[in-house]
C-alpha cells in the first residue's frame, strides 16, 4: 500500500499483496473510516474527512494529484467506493463505518455508519443517518457569539456575550442563556436549547442616590424598566414629571429618560399675620417665596427672623423638612414721621414703630416753650400708628437783659421772643434823655433771641424849681423847672413889675436848695409882686 500526503507519496507497506477480497452479504466485515476500533480502547481521528474514494486499481501519482482538490464526476474506470459527503451538515462529523457490506449483484455496499441515531444523510443512491443541523445564529445587537464550528451540527454550542453596559436576556423565561447547545428534536431536525431568541438588553446604572428620598428598584434595571423616586416625610417630588424613570437603549448602552429627579422640602403654610396678609397662601415647597403685605398704617419688622418675601428652605434633619428662613413676620404700628419743627431737632427722625419714643430738641438760640412737649410715643391705635403728643415748637430766646447801673430789669434772665423787660432807674435817678418808662422786647432773629434795644443808662435826677402862680402874669413855662432852667414871667398888658423893670422877667432854677428865687411885687396900679423859691 501507498500512503499520499498532500498528494506526495510519504510511505509504502507491504503487509498484505494481492487484491483486497471484499466482504459478501452473507459474510460481512468492518471496515471502519477516521478512527481505530481496538479491542482494548477506540482511537479517533482529530479531524475531517471528504472525497473518501476507494479504487480497484492503482492511480498515477499525477492522476491523485490531479484528482485532489475536485469532485469527481461518476462512474469513473476503478472507482469502487466514493463518498463526497456532499451534505454539507454532515461535512463536519467523524465518521464511523462500522459495517460494509458488497451486493454482487447490485455492485453496491450497504454502509452502517455508527453515528448518533436519527440523522439523515445521503451516500450516492444509499440513505443512511448523519447528525441533525441547526440553523445559523446571528449574533445579537450588542453583542457577539462564539461557536464550537462555523456549521451547527448535533451537540455544538455557542455561547453569547454582551457589550458592556448589556446583559442577556432570554425570551423563553430561562434563567441562563449563556451557552445554548445544538439538540436533535427526534424527527431529524435541528433546535436550540434553551430556546427563545437570545437578545443583549441594555442594563442601566443604578440610579443615582435621591437626597432625602429614595429611587426602587435600586439596581438591575433593564430597557423597558421603570424606577420611581419616593421622598421621605416633608419632602416632595420637584416635578411630578420626574416621579418615574424609564430604562432606555442610547444606543451605546442603556440611560435614563428622565435624571432630574430632586425630592425637595415642603413647607406648611405660613402662619396668618396680625394686621396684613401672606400671598400665595397655602403649602409652599423649597425656594418658594410669600409676600407678606401690611395693613395701611402697618409695616413689617425686618430681621433675621422677620420680614418680607419669606423663603421656603431646607431644614434638613433638624426640622424633617421645609422651614421659612423669616418664620415669624409681624405688623407692627408704624407712626410717620414726627411733624418738623422750626429751629427744632426730631431724634429719632423719619418713621418709627409703635413703643418708640422719639425725643424733640432745640436748635442753639432756642428753646421749646412752655407748652411744648419734650419727647413723644408712637402707639397703635388698632388702624395704625400715631403719637401721643404734638405741638412741640422751639422759640427764640434772650439771654438776660444787661444790667443797668442804678436801675432794676425786670424780669431778670432769659426771655422768650414776645417778652419784653423793663427797666426803672433807682430813687434820685432818672432814665437819661428823660423819658418816663424804658420797654425792650425779645425778638427771634432766625438765629434766636435778640432784644430790639440796647440798655438804657440811669443818670442823676436833676433839682427841679416849683414856679408859684403870679397875678396878672404869664409864666412859661408853666411847670417846675430843672437846674440851670429858666421860667420867663410876663406881665399882663396894664400891669408892670414893681421895682419899674420892663414888664418881664426872666428867672434861674439853681441846684443849690437854699436858692431864693426874685421877689416880684404889684403895685395896685401896675400889678402884683409875687417870689417863689426852691
Not at 253 to 259: L, N, S
Not at 312 to 338: F, L, M, N, Q, T
Not at 391 to 418: K, L
Amino acid at each position: 500500500m501507498k500512503l499520499y500526503v498532500n498528494g506526495v507519496k510519504s510511505a509504502v507497506g507491504y503487509t498484505q499483496n494481492g487484491p483486497i477480497a471484499w466482504p459478501t452479504l452473507n459474510e460481512p466485515a468492518e471496515l471502519t473510516l477516521g478512527a481505530w476500533l481496538g479491542t482494548k480502547k477506540q482511537t479517533y481521528f482529530n479531524g475531517m474527512l471528504d472525497e473518501v474514494r476507494i479504487w480497484s486499481k492503482p492511480l498515477p501519482e499525477a492522476t491523485i494529484q490531479g484528482n485532489m482538490h475536485k469532485t469527481l464526476a461518476v462512474p469513473q474506470v476503478g472507482l469502487a467506493w466514493y463518498l463526497r459527503f456532499d451534505r454539507s451538515f454532515c461535512d463536519e462529523i467523524n465518521w464511523v463505518v462500522s459495517k460494509v457490506a458488497y451486493n454482487p449483484n447490485k455492485d453496491e455496499m450497504d454502509i452502517v455508519p455508527r453515528v448518533p441515531s436519527g440523522a439523515d444523510v445521503e451516500l450516492m443512491s444509499v440513505s443512511w443517518a448523519c447528525l441533525a443541523e441547526c440553523t445559523p445564529i446571528v449574533a445579537p445587537m450588542h453583542g457577539s457569539i462564539i461557536s464550537s464550528t462555523s456549521v451547527m451540527h448535533q451537540l455544538d454550542t455557542i455561547s453569547f456575550h454582551c457589550d458592556s453596559g448589556y446583559e442577556l436576556q432570554c425570551t423563553d423565561g430561562s434563567q441562563d442563556c449563556s451557552l445554548i447547545t445544538c439538540q436533535n428534536d427526534g424527527e431529524g431536525n435541528g433546535v436550540y436549547q434553551p430556546e427563545g431568541e437570545v437578545t443583549c438588553v441594555g442594563r442601566c446604572p443604578a440610579y443615582p442616590a435621591v437626597n432625602n428620598g429614595q429611587a426602587s428598584p435600586v439596581d438591575h434595571v433593564l430597557v423597558g424598566d421603570t424606577v420611581e423616586i419616593t421622598c421621605n416625610d416633608g419632602y416632595t417630588i420637584n416635578d411630578p414629571a420626574n416621579r418615574f424613570a424609564t430604562c432606555i437603549d442610547g444606543g451605546r448602552g442603556a440611560v435614563y429618560d428622565k435624571m432630574a429627579a430632586a425630592c425637595i422640602a415642603t413647607c406648611k403654610t405660613y402662619p396668618a399675620v396680625a394686621h396684613g396678609s401672606v400671598e400665595p397662601s397655602g403649602p409652599m415647597v423649597q425656594n418658594d417665596k410669600v409676600t407678606i403685605t401690611c395693613n395701611t398704617g402697618y409695616d413689617l419688622i425686618q430681621s433675621k427672623t422677620s420680614g418680607s418675601p419669606a423663603t421656603c428652605i431646607d431644614g434638613g434633619a433638624k426640622y424633617g423638612g421645609g422651614v421659612y428662613d423669616k418664620p415669624a413676620a409681624e405688623c407692627r404700628a408704624k407712626c410717620a414721621p414726627y411733624p418738623a419743627v422750626d429751629h427744632g431737632q426730631i431724634s429719632p427722625a423719619g418713621p418709627v414703630f409703635a413703643d418708640t419714643v422719639v425725643s424733640i430738641a432745640c436748635k442753639g438760640g432756642f428753646v421749646l416753650g412752655p407748652d411744648s412737649p419734650r419727647s413723644a410715643k408712637c402707639t397703635d391705635t388698632g388702624a395704625g400708628g400715631n403719637f401721643d403728643a404734638f405741638g412741640a415748637r422751639c422759640i427764640a430766646v434772650c439771654t438776660a437783659f444787661p444790667s443797668v447801673q442804678h436801675g432794676t430789669v425786670s424780669p431778670a434772665g432769659e426771655v422768650h421772643a414776645g417778652d419784653t423787660v423793663s427797666v426803672v432807674c433807682n430813687e434820685g435817678y432818672e432814665l437819661k434823655g428823660g423819658a418816663n418808662l424804658f420797654v425792650a422786647e425779645c425778638v427771634d432773629s432766625g438765629l434766636g433771641g435778640e432784644f430790639n434795644k440796647g440798655p438804657p443808662e440811669c443818670v442823676e435826677e436833676p433839682v427841679y424849681c416849683h414856679v408859684p402862680a403870679v397875678a396878672n402874669a404869664y409864666i412859661s413855662p408853666n411847670v417846675d423847672v430843672k437846674e440851670g432852667e429858666t421860667v420867663t414871667v410876663t406881665c399882663h398888658e396894664g400891669y408892670g413889675l414893681e421895682d419899674g423893670s420892663p414888664s418881664a422877667f426872666v428867672a434861674n432854677c439853681l441846684k443849690d436848695a437854699n436858692a431864693v428865687c426874685p421877689l416880684l411885687s404889684h403895685h395896685h396900679d401896675h400889678g402884683y409882686h409875687q417870689s417863689f423859691q426852691d
